[in-house]
């Protein structure tokens, strides 16, 4: 059974900061995309960030400059830091992988979401 873990959500702020984890477990053999995506009320879900194993990243336009994704392999964890918030930031966020299980064959899971929430 893999699943992916996020925590680090939370309220804060205008102009806070927030750091997401997301930890991937199970018979994993690898990760190849893992990314970030979030989901406000009534809007559709976005790609926030994204990151190939080889740390190649990519990010949404709106968050450029003010949010960061990093991963470490080892530990099958992805991270998001998040400054410089702003209340159109407000979104559930979630952690998705793109993955090789043990026993082979490629999934792509979804985490169950963490909530964000910037007060102005």
């Known amino acids: 059974q893999v699943q992916l873990v996020e925590s680090g959500g939370g309220a804060v702020q205008a102009g806070g900061s927030l750091r997401l984890s997301c930890v991937a477990s199970g018979r994993i053999f690898s990760i190849n995309y893992m990314g970030w995506y979030r989901q406000a009320p009534g809007k559709q879900r976005e790609l926030v960030a994204g990151i190939t194993s080889s740390g190649i990243t990519n990010y949404a336009d709106s968050v450029k400059g003010r949010f960061t994704i990093s991963r470490d392999n080892a530990k099958n964890t992805v991270y998001l830091q998040m400054d410089s918030l702003i209340p159109e930031d407000t979104a559930v966020y979630y952690c998705?992988?793109?993955?090789?299980?043990?026993?082979?064959?490629?999934?792509?899971?979804w985490g169950q979401g963490t909530q964000v929430t910037v007060s102005s």
């Open positions: 998705n992988a793109d993955l090789v299980k043990v026993v082979g064959g490629s999934y792509n899971y």
